[in-house]
């Protein structure tokens, strides 16, 4: 609005110049006829108002030309894989035990870029407990997306349950794997489509996973129980009970595969041990990728993936790995003040 008032003032400024100047001009040449002087001061005033339509004007066309030079930049993104592949779908009770296998797995986000993951191989057993750790930018996130195929592969392939996941459509795929990320996800609507977006489950079975996930009580005093509307992400709920909305969300689904993109990074110490507890409880059989922003959360697991510049750096027990002073999980726990408070678990051997 400042701005406007004042562009307006600059303008009226500008035209009481043009007119004074036009008319000092008329003064000191004497030739000039009063039509012609009359006809000067006239185009003199509309003059200054055309030059400020052109300046309104061409602001709001540099503006539209910045929507258009992002929409061509959208169109030449590439398009996703295929969505549906009739000829390779697996069963519906795909993947019935969770294995994951990595076979010299090369990645980049696009053409042109350097690699983030560098030949990744690893072999991940059905119900393996897994915990991804790492620095910032050593590929955890990276790993994530080659599952999903948020990216495709350079070289290598993914594995889950012998189904190499590149011959798989997209919907094939994602619908038989569940994310828990970071940032939880909400959309604007009622609890009941936030946990059950294509409406396939009944009342009871939404009450159930909302009980495992620790939200019965906050259901059963909202007055409209499971038709409570959720704001635009979420912004009527916590950080935490967004959180455990979106765990509700994947009780409910409970695939074989669960992958937990440090999924409670953002949320109290208190709200991290309730997903954790019920995630060991209630996918005890699944196959779980935790990426782990709190190595403590990854304690009891099976086995430890540590990533460093895109590659596998060490793949161990958390025992064996502490074991060895130079191992970067044992650098990473001793960095983290954890290393008394690993030392007194019982630790997976």
């Known amino acids: 609005m400042f701005v406007g008032i004042w562009f307006d003032s600059q303008i009226a400024l500008l035209s009481s110049f043009v007119v004074l100047s036009s008319g000092l001009f008329i003064l000191w040449d004497g030739d000039i006829s009063p039509a012609q002087a009359g006809l000067v001061l006239m185009y003199s005033s509309n003059f200054v108002n055309y030059l400020g339509w052109f300046m309104t004007h061409s602001t709001h066309t540099e503006q539209e030309l910045v929507s258009l030079e992002r929409i061509l930049e959208f169109s030449r993104k590439p398009t996703e894989a295929v969505w549906e592949i009739p000829e390779t779908a697996p069963s519906e009770e795909w993947p019935q035990n969770g294995q994951v296998t990595m076979e010299d797995y090369k990645a980049r986000y696009r053409e042109g870029l350097d690699l983030v993951l560098k030949g990744v191989t690893c072999h991940i057993k059905s119900g393996e407990k897994i915990g991804i750790v790492g620095r910032t930018g ?10 999903f195929r948020m990216m495709e592969a350079t070289t290598g392939h993914i594995a889950v349950d012998n189904y190499i996941i590149s011959s798989l459509g997209i919907h094939d795929l994602r619908r038989k794997l569940t994310i828990l990320p970071q940032d939880p996800v909400i959309f604007g609507g ?122 596998v750096k060490e793949f161990d027990t958390p025992t064996n790995l502490l074991a060895d002073k130079e191992s970067s999980f044992y650098t990473m726990a001793r960095d983290s003040n954890l290393v008394k408070t690993f030392s007194g678990h019982k630790l997976k051997q």
């Open 190 to 311: 009622s609890l009941r489509m936030n946990i059950d977006p294509q409406a396939e489950k009944s009342n009871s079975e939404l009450l159930e996973v909302l009980k495992q996930a620790h939200l019965q009580k906050f259901v059963e005093n909202l007055p409209e129980k499971l038709d409570h509307h959720c704001g635009e992400s979420g912004k009527n709920l916590s950080v935490g009970q967004r959180q455990l909305v979106c765990l509700a969300r994947c009780l409910l689904r409970k695939t074989k595969v669960l992958v937990l993109d440090e999924a409670t990074a953002s949320v109290d110490i208190e709200t991290d041990d309730l997903i954790q507890k019920t995630i060991c409880r209630e996918f005890k059989d699944c196959t779980v990728l935790t990426i782990a922003h709190r190595l403590n959360t990854v304690l009891e697991y099976d086995r430890i993936l540590v990533m460093d510049n895109g590659m």
């Open 138 to 147: 050593a590929g955890k996130s990276s790993l994530v997306m080659a599952l």
